[in-house]
């Protein structure tokens, strides 16, 4: 633990905001090796790099899911769930009253840290290429501002009608890193990694019909983009996206609040 997050857990005590049993688990040198008989949870991920363990919702039981993020919510504060369900959100709310389900991208979160403590990095631009992509896109967003960015959104904005890219180019030129999400041919990434000079993210999504193979064609054209400074993740991996870019700009908020 560092001297910032061991000063708030004291503070805590002080006020009666925090049980002397509690400070000496937060207090303590070693993190237990397991929390939960099904899962070893990671509660000092937060400190070593700065955001709390996110959790994959896809193939975990409601039950299980619910477990381990009411577990990560209460020792950082702040909890992201991907790709999971809203049987595993109604099992978290009975616990964590603020949290939020995120139809789209089907991602839960809740975050209780000090507003305070939260310093909004700007830089980070996530461009979907069509409303199909939003949902992946939306996953990426919102990693992104979990870990710390003022994220600019540009929507709807596909080769297949170039044009409107250019009404968001002082976004794009301004943006210090660039997630680019596109399904279909996945054609996006190259195009914008060609106008700009910050790095591009390219987000290849499952969006198109049978030949798109669910986004590997996307994913393969973006590997093999001609364009400058274009990396890519995986397909519908918007949480990776996101969270690459918050790296990018080096947002984080460090230790976890109360």
Partial sequence: ???????????????????????????????????????????????RIGFPEVVYGLSKTPKDTAEIAIRIYEHAGVVLVTKSSEEAFELIQESVAGAVWEEGPRAIWADRRPEAKKRLVPGVAVVAAGTSDLPIAREAVLTATLMGCDVIEINDVGVAGLHRLSHRMDDLVNARVIVVVAGMEGALPSVIGGLVRAPVIALPTSVGYGASLGGVAALLAMLNSCAPGVSVVNIDNGFGAGYQAASIVGATWGPAGA
Avoid at 24 to 29: C, D, G, H, I, N
Wanted: glycine share 2%; proline share 4%; no cysteine.
């Fill in 1 to 47: 633990m560092n001297n910032s997050r061991l000063l708030e857990v004291l503070k805590l005590v002080s006020e009666g905001e925090m049980s002397a049993d509690r400070a000496a688990s937060e207090l303590s040198l070693t993190t237990p090796p397991a929390d939960l008989e099904f899962a070893t949870l990671d509660h000092d991920r937060n400190d």
